[in-house]
């Protein structure tokens, strides 16, 4: 089982431009949620996808958005990228919506 | 939503020395989750305890659990200097579906 697996790794790009990172969920899981954690603070939510369907939404602007498609995978797009949307972007899957998340490694997301 | 904020921010030990860390949080909650994060990678699940326990062990992990100071703690025994990381805590309620949301965590140094 390979586990919650992100692409890319990292990233670089410049003010103004669109970014789109993917996210494999685990093995049996349904249920896909993206994080972004800028450096030193906690990992803040963005959105939950469920059947192919947004089911909940933090604080982020509508530049966020997201997709889920029929076998689960997920992907984040971020538009008019800021110089404050450098981060770490987490993917993370669960099956049940009261059980234990699995996170991928991230993604490096650094804006210039 | 809700947070779980973790105490305190930062913790430095000596190699085998217990590592006590603490979350506060404020609404009735269904569990409680507490996460690993090495520097800059993703976030691991360590324990989940639900509402109706009061304590949990795993290997060198103890988590317990008091509903009605709405507040957990997270004991880390005979630590190691691989135990050096962040570590959050999530509290997951009724209302909250499946999103967690994370404080800024408990920065723990643990030196050889």
């Known amino acids: 089982d390979a586990g919650v697996t992100q692409s890319p790794t990292h990233l670089i790009k410049t003010r103004g431009q669109q970014v789109t990172l993917r996210c494999s969920p685990k093995s049996g899981h349904d249920t896909v949620s993206w994080y972004q954690q800028a450096l030193g603070q906690g990992p803040q939510f963005i959105f939950q996808y469920y059947e192919e369907e947004e089911r909940q939404r933090g604080n982020f602007p509508d530049r966020f958005s997201g997709h889920q498609y029929p076998n689960y995978s997920s992907e984040l797009n971020v538009n008019a990228l800021l110089l404050g949307d450098s981060a770490l972007y987490l993917c993370a899957s669960s099956f049940d919506s009261l059980t234990e998340a699995f996170f991928g490694q991230g993604t490096r997301l650094t804006v210039v | 939503s809700q947070q779980g904020e973790e105490d305190p921010q930062a913790l430095s030990i000596q190699e085998g020395e217990n590592a006590t860390m603490n979350c506060s949080y404020k609404t009735s909650i269904n569990n409680l989750q507490w996460y690993r994060q090495n520097s800059g990678r993703g976030l691991v699940h360590l324990i989940l305890?639900?509402?109706?326990?009061r304590e949990k062990h795993s290997g060198r992990l103890r988590v317990t659990l008091d509903t009605s100071k709405k507040s957990s703690s997270l004991l880390i025994t005979a630590s190691r200097a691989a135990d050096t990381a962040s570590y959050f805590c999530?509290?997951?309620?009724?209302?909250?579906?499946?999103?967690?949301?994370f404080g800024e965590g408990t920065q723990l140094t643990v030196n050889p």
């Open positions: 305890i639900r509402s109706n326990e």
């Open positions: 999530a509290p997951l309620g009724e209302t909250s579906g499946s999103r967690l949301t």
